[in-house]
């Protein structure tokens, strides 16, 4: 089946820096999302992006579909951004909205 | 709107015995998932449904079953609660029919912490 791998595992910076994040994906995708879960477990949706750049705020995401690979880009981090970011992706012929998630990465940010 | 909702926040079982959780959507959507997260993992799909009626197995059915009698509601059983079982489940939802095909935005519930001794 297809692999998800994101990149890096853990992250920790310092309030008002920015950061980049990165899922690798094995196959053809038509669906890509990222999630954010926060440190009491709900997890948000930020971004449906199969293809192409969408930015909403602060946060900003590209999906590369023919190199398969997407980035989650955070600029200007604050603490309520911290948590556990996973990008999750769909494939195959059919169109069930089924989603295959990565091990997500962890994201500390400091006062 | 109250968009995704979880029945209960919390269970404890023992070895063996069974319980149901419940999972409603009032946001009309078409297909439903049960997801099981384990520590330090990502989100594995147990079971899924494109519609009323259906249902289909995801990557980690083995011990589980559902039911989508009602479009809004959909039900993960464990007939015979086992240890490996003590997990979080999330509960998803996605896809308006009338909007354009490629809007599959998954929207969640809070999550079901079960603890299974």
């Known amino acids: 089946g297809i692999q998800v791998e994101q990149s890096p595992p853990d992250l920790i910076l310092q309030e008002g820096a920015n950061s980049t994040l990165r899922c690798n994906f094995s196959?053809?995708?038509?669906?890509l999302q990222w999630f954010h879960q926060n440190p009491w477990g709900q997890l948000i949706n930020l971004f449906y992006i199969p293809s192409g750049t969408k930015q909403n705020g602060r946060l900003s995401a590209t999906t590369v579909a023919t190199e398969r690979y997407s980035l989650l880009y955070i600029s200007s981090s604050q603490t309520t951004d911290s948590g556990v970011y996973f990008c999750a992706v769909g494939h195959g012929s059919s169109n069930t909205g089924k989603l295959i998630f990565g091990q997500g990465t962890t994201l500390q940010v400091k006062p | 709107n109250a968009g995704v909702t979880q029945t209960p926040k919390f269970r404890v079982l023992k070895t063996g015995q069974s319980m149901t959780l419940l999972c409603a959507q009032d946001m009309n959507h078409e297909y439903m998932y049960w997801y099981r997260q384990d520590p330090g993992m990502g989100l594995r799909l147990i079971h899924y449904?494109?519609?009323?009626?259906?249902?289909a197995k995801g990557e980690v059915p083995d011990g589980y079953n559902v039911s989508r009698l009602k479009k809004q509601n959909f039900l993960l059983g464990l007939e015979s609660a086992a240890p490996s079982q003590t997990s979080v489940y999330f509960c998803a939802s996605s896809y308006e029919l009338d909007l354009p095909l490629g809007t599959d935005t998954q929207y969640f519930g809070p999550g079901t912490r079960l603890t299974v001794l």
């Open positions: 196959d053809s995708v038509n669906n």
């Open positions: 449904s494109v519609g009323e009626g259906t249902t």
